[in-house]
Antibody, heavy 117, light 106 residues
Framework: EVQLVESGGGLVQPGGSLRLSCAAS????????MHWVRQAPGKGLVWVSR????????NYADSVKGRFTISRDNARSTLYLQMHSLRAEDTAVYYC??????????WGQGTLVTVSS | SYEVTQPPSVSVSPGQTASITCSGD??????AFWYQQKPGQSPVVVIY???KRPSGIPERFSGSNSGNTATLTISGTQTMDEADYYC?????????FGGGTKLTVL
């Protein structure tokens, strides 16, 4: 079964750091661009970042540039999002998603990040 | 930065046709994708590359994209289609989502 499972979310204080993980299974992880998309409570989807299949190229939304770093371990079929200098407005469910010419065809269940003191 | 705009809400009666628009500068020159999200669930792609339907998505879902507007059309809308719908496109190596449209079927 093709699957993405996120983990690592939780409560963190403003200015703190957190690392999210996304474990992939059921497909050849190293063949796909992978993305992070977030959704604040009751709000819409917002793209965060993407990384090339080989891990050598990445892009970020302006709102997270310089604070978040996307990476991947193809040997472990795992995607990461390292988040620093977290703000209240980063509070959201974070989804990892598999990219293809058919769009985001596989999504994880999401992991909730809450930034609050 | 590039933006795409959707109406916050659309209402439709069961069996009728629902149309959800997504507007952006020269959007017709880019691909548009549409996602359906029901409460507590992850999004599901219902239309890709403007007008293609993934396997498993009912034929009543269709899409078009021309000029500055992409449109998701649901023909013979069913109560199970009540959900949030998001359009998505690309601009300069970044992904853009619309703000989402809540489709109410009543």
């Amino acid at each position: 079964e093709v699957q993405l499972v996120e983990s690592g979310g939780g409560l963190v204080q403003p200015g703190g750091s957190l690392r999210l993980s996304c474990a992939a299974s059921g497909f050849t992880f190293s063949s796909y661009w992978m993305h992070w998309v977030r959704q604040a409570p009751g709000k819409g989807l917002v793209w965060v970042s993407r990384i090339h299949s080989d891990g050598n190229s990445a892009n970020y939304a302006d709102s997270v540039k310089g604070r978040f770093t996307i990476s991947r371990d193809n040997a472990r079929s795992t995607l990461y999002l390292q988040m620093h200098s977290l703000r209240a407005e980063d509070t959201a469910v974070y989804y990892c998603a598999r990219d293809s010419s058919s769009g985001y065809t596989v999504w994880g269940q999401g992991t909730l990040v809450t930034v609050s003191s | 930065s590039y933006e795409v705009t959707q109406p916050p809400s659309v209402s439709v009666s069961p069996g009728q046709t629902a149309s959800i628009t997504c507007s952006g500068d020269k959007l017709g020159s880019k691909y548009a994708f549409w996602y359906q999200q029901k409460p507590g669930q992850s999004p599901v792609v219902v239309i890709y590359q403007d007008n293609k339907r993934p396997s498993g998505i009912p034929e009543r879902f269709s899409g078009s994209n021309s000029g500055n507007t992409a449109t998701l059309t649901i023909s013979g809308t069913q109560t199970m289609d009540e959900a949030d719908y998001y359009c998505q496109s690309w601009d300069s190596n970044t992904v853009v989502f619309g703000g989402g449209t809540k489709l109410t079927v009543l």
